[in-house]
């Protein structure tokens, strides 16, 4: 009998030093198709990165410049050209907006004038404060 409960002891201790090992593998396995994931993602960043500032490296090697250098003259540019170019383009739009009726009620005059007819204009005539006192007592 002790002989069987050495036994039985001793397999019970080579089957925690297989297990031991094992379990730290699938551990480790698991930690590493993580980092291959996180790896992955890393990667794909860093490829979006570099074809965003291909046109930005061209330039660079055109001019001889590092790209920082590149990039900063760049954004400057785009600074002092296009914003200003922006708020011109605003205004115009602005102007055209306010103008826009005037040429509409033109042109509905034109459109509704019979031909060989012309159409005349009075200058307006100012009332005088009784007038305008008395018109606005009856409407």
Same mark, same amino acid.
């Given at each position: 009998?002790?002989?069987?409960? =050495? ?13 031991? &090992? ?9 930690? =590493? ?55 011109? =383009? ?23 004038? &019979?031909?060989?007819?012309q159409i005349a204009v009075r200058p307006e005539t100012r009332m005088d404060e ?5 018109? =606005?007592?009856?409407?």
């Amino acid at each position: 009998m002790a002989a069987a409960k =050495l036994r039985t002891v001793d397999d019970e201790r080579r089957q925690a030093k297989r297990n031991s &090992p094992a379990d730290k593998l699938t551990v480790e396995a698991k930690a =590493l198709a993580e980092l291959k994931v996180e790896k992955a993602a890393v990667e794909g960043e860093r490829r979006t990165v570099e074809a965003d500032l291909g046109p930005v490296r061209y330039l660079a090697t055109l001019i001889g410049a590092d790209n920082e250098t590149v990039l900063r003259w760049f954004i400057l540019v785009v600074a002092l050209l296009l914003d200003p170019a922006a708020v011109l =383009l605003l205004l115009a739009a602005t102007r055209t907006r306010a103008q826009a009726p005037r040429q509409r009620a033109g042109r509905a005059i034109e459109r509704a004038k &019979p031909v060989g007819c012309q159409i005349a204009v009075r200058p307006e005539t100012r009332m005088d404060e009784a007038t305008r006192t008395a018109s =606005l007592r009856y409407n």
